[in-house]
Each structure stands twice: as structure tokens, then as C-alpha cells.
């Protein structure tokens, strides 16, 4: 199994920045990806931005591009989501995924994760 702890959520202004990690654990091969997820409420989920774990590779939904960066730091297990200027559209509960399939921690998947964290909130005030 695969356990994920969210960091890093809070509150900025907007056009501010925030530092999301994501900590795992648990068996490698089924952490083959790593994605960011949002839900605002009263939204279904997106996906945010994708990395693979075995060559980098990264995605991002169009709405962030430009403005967000993940990154993974392999020896300490960790994922980050770098935001940079952020919008007051930005705010939602914001988790973390893994799975072995990579396929499945693209934005725009259909077939989600299935690995979760426990997620962490980001506002932006305008």
C-alpha cells in the first residue's frame, strides 16, 4: 500500500505563492506517479499537474501552466507543487495521488489514482 501526507496549504493573497509537498510511503512500484489534485466546493476534481517517477516527466492542466511546477525529490520520497501567482480561482482543497499506472495522474484522466492523501486547503484572497 501507499500512504500520502499533504503540507504546505494555507492562506495568501493573491498574486502570492505557497509550496505544497506531498511525503510517501509504502511500496515504490505503486508510486510509479504522482499527482495534484483540487476540488473546490461545489466542483468535481481536476488534475492539476503529473510527474513520473521514473524520468521526470511532468503535466499540467492549461489553467496553471506557467504558474505552477512540480518537482519530486526521489531520496526523500517527496513531491512538491510550487505556486506561483495565484489566483483567487485557485482555491480548493488541494490532494495528493499515486498510483502504477501513470496514465491515471494526467490531468484530465477519467480512470483516477488509487492512492490518496487526506488533502490540504490553499485560499487566495483577493
Not at 31 to 50: D, H, L, M, S, T
Not at 67 to 73: E, G, K, P, V
Not at 91 to 111: L, N, S
Amino acid at each position: 500500500q501507499v500512504q500520502l501526507v499533504e503540507s504546505g496549504g494555507g492562506s495568501v493573497q493573491a498574486g502570492g505563492s505557497l509550496r505544497l509537498s506531498c511525503a510517501a510511503s509504502g511500496y515504490i512500484y505503486s508510486r510509479n506517479c504522482v499527482g495534484w489534485f483540487r476540488q473546490a466546493p461545489g466542483k468535481e476534481r481536476e488534475g492539476v499537474a503529473a510527474i513520473f517517477r521514473i524520468g521526470g516527466t511532468t503535466y499540467y492542466t492549461d489553467s496553471v501552466k506557467g504558474r505552477f511546477t512540480i518537482s519530486q525529490d526521489n531520496a526523500n520520497n517527496t513531491v512538491h507543487l510550487q505556486m506561483n501567482s495565484l489566483k483567487p480561482e485557485d482555491t480548493a482543497m488541494y490532494y495528493c495521488a499515486a498510483d502504477y499506472e501513470t496514465r491515471r495522474c494526467v490531468p484530465g484522466t477519467i480512470a483516477l489514482p488509487h492512492f490518496w492523501g487526506q488533502g490540504t486547503q490553499v485560499t487566495v484572497l483577493s
